[in-house]
């Protein structure tokens, strides 16, 4: 992991950002059966410090170098204020492709698309990745209104699936750092012990080969 990285795990630390034990995530409201996960990561709590956001920003930044993008699509709701950010520091234009459909004024689907924008590439950009849901759909609403989709970037990458599910919508997944680099460094700089970091490790070989059979 490159200091960067290492610096973003321990700001989230400092904001009790991290969490073991078990936990329903999204995924658990369709395939209630499936296993519980062992972590909850909470990216939103980054902004609450401008100096712990910075970093994360400094991450995308390094994710998107060498990338083919026209504009920069944060998914609601937690990647906006990083979306913004990076599209302040390096002047590209920010969209927001909107995840429930707008009813009312123009009922636009994409936030800050202009009519000549049709035919550019979009970057999309989230702040985590498990199962590449959002993604997926942040991806078809997107491209229904003639954008074009070609990648899209993270901070951290669940291993549960997601690059497989890009690839099927045609989008390559860049991530900054994988969760089980995450709980190396989290148990090599003494803040999980070693019982903690083989039942989250085992907890998570459950789920990976429980979704590996079921998506």
Do not use: C
Request: charged share 25%; net charge negative; no cysteine.
């Amino acid at each position: 992991m490159t200091a960067g990285e290492e610096s973003l795990i321990l700001a989230l630390y400092d904001l009790d950002a991290i969490r073991f034990g078990e936990y329903r995530w999204q995924i658990h409201d369709n395939y209630p059966e499936a296993p519980l996960l062992p972590i909850y990561t909470n990216f939103r709590m980054l902004q609450r410090e401008p100096k712990y956001k910075s970093i994360a920003v400094d991450l995308y930044e390094s994710l998107a170098e060498g990338l083919e993008f026209d504009l920069i699509a944060g998914i609601p709701t937690a990647a906006i204020p990083f979306a913004s950010s990076l599209s302040d520091r390096i002047g590209v234009g920010q969209i927001t492709p909107r995840m429930d459909l707008k009813t009312h004024g123009s009922g636009a689907s994409v936030d800050g698309m202009k009519p000549d924008d049709k035919g550019k590439i979009a970057l999309v950009l989230d702040d985590l990745v498990s199962f590449f849901g959002s993604k997926a759909q942040a991806t078809e609403i997107l491209r229904d209104v003639d954008l074009i989709v070609t990648d899209a970037v993270v901070l951290m990458d669940y291993e549960l699936g997601a690059n497989n599910e890009a690839s099927k919508h045609k989008v390559v997944l860049h991530s900054s750092f994988k969760a089980r680099q995450m709980l190396d460094f989290s148990l090599r700089v003494g803040h999980i012990s070693q019982r903690t970091f083989e039942q989250v490790q085992e907890r998570f070989d459950r789920a990976q080969e429980y979704f590996r059979n079921l998506l």
